[in-house]
């Protein structure tokens, strides 16, 4: 018998339309590292001048208004029906500022928004580099991903071994064995998840952005000689690409 190979997708949505009215209490995005990391991207939006923003995986639309209300033209996009209906009635959103759509297939012409960003939704994805280059193919000068990093979490030995397994591309298997052939957890906080740094994605934004830089968002007690990589647990990864370098 073939296995379904979108049953976690499918299991994660279902997850998050089971518990859509609870989501806000849940997941609470007004506090914590996410609503830390919200305010570094408002200042940046003010500093680089960008105006026009798309929330990737943008839940109930919380980031969203928080932007509205900060005078950015925001947009959202969830894949999970229930929440984006949420945002409409509780937030007040209009369709044309949340609609239901995958990070993996942004509906939406190349550069249309001068900042796209997400904020702890790439751990929720079991290959997360398509929906990190639809971000770029989207963006014209900043890419935010608030997010969580593995490399943050356990002992120092335990840190220092999932990097080596990394850095030796071997870390699917191990973590495959972890999860005893499962491949992602499960939990009845955060659903499916799987595990994600945003130092995974350096790479595919390296070759797009002039500037990239971290900011610890959740700090944990590790080595100083590596801060952020082994020292936070939650790591705002900002990549900006300067107006010149995206003149037509």
Same mark, same amino acid.
């Given at each position: 018998?073939?296995l379904d ?16 009215? $609870?989501?806000?209490?849940?997941h609470?995005?007004?506090? +914590?590292?996410?609503? !830390?990391?919200?305010?570094? #991207?408002l200042? /940046? ?6 105006h026009?923003v798309?929330?990737?995986?943008c ?6 208004r ?10 959202g ?7 984006v209906q ?5 937030r007040?959103?209009?369709?044309s500022e949340?609609?239901v ?10 550069r249309?928004?001068?900042a796209?960003?997400e ?9 997360p ?12 000068? $900043?890419i935010?991903l ?5 490399? +943050?979490?356990?002992? !120092?030995a335990?840190?220092? #071994?999932?990097y /080596?397994?990394w ?12 999860t ?9 906080g955060?659903?499916v998840?799987y ?22 968002l ?11 990589l082994?020292?936070?647990s ?9 107006p010149e370098?995206?003149?037509?």
């Open positions: 018998m073939q190979p979108n049953l976690e997708t499918k299991r994660q949505r279902q997850y998050y339309t089971q518990t859509a009215a $609870a989501y806000d209490q849940m609470n995005a007004e506090t +914590g590292e996410h609503a !830390l990391a919200l305010k570094y #991207i200042g /940046f939006c003010r500093q680089y001048g960008l026009r798309l929330d990737v995986g839940g109930t639309g919380v980031a969203v928080t932007m509205l209300g900060n005078g950015i033209e925001a947009k996009i969830e894949p999970v029906e229930a929440l949420i945002g409409r009635e509780k007040g959103l209009d369709p949340i609609l759509g995958s990070a993996e297939s942004l509906p939406f012409p190349d249309s928004f001068d796209v960003t904020f702890a939704i790439l751990h929720h994805i079991k290959e580099a398509p929906a990190v280059r639809e971000m770029i193919r989207v963006a014209r000068h $900043a935010f608030s997010d969580e990093n593995r490399f +943050g979490r356990g002992s !120092l335990w840190r220092l #071994i999932k /080596f397994w850095k030796t591309g071997v870390f699917p298997l191990g973590f495959w064995l972890m005893k052939g499962k491949g992602y957890n499960f939990t009845e955060d659903g998840s595990s994600y740094s945003v130092f995974d994605s350096v790479r595919e934004l390296q070759a797009w952005a002039d500037t990239i830089f971290f900011i610890p959740k700090k944990t007690d590790g080595p100083k000689w590596a801060h952020p082994f020292s936070s939650h790591v705002l990864l900002c990549a900006i690409r300067h370098a995206t003149a037509p």
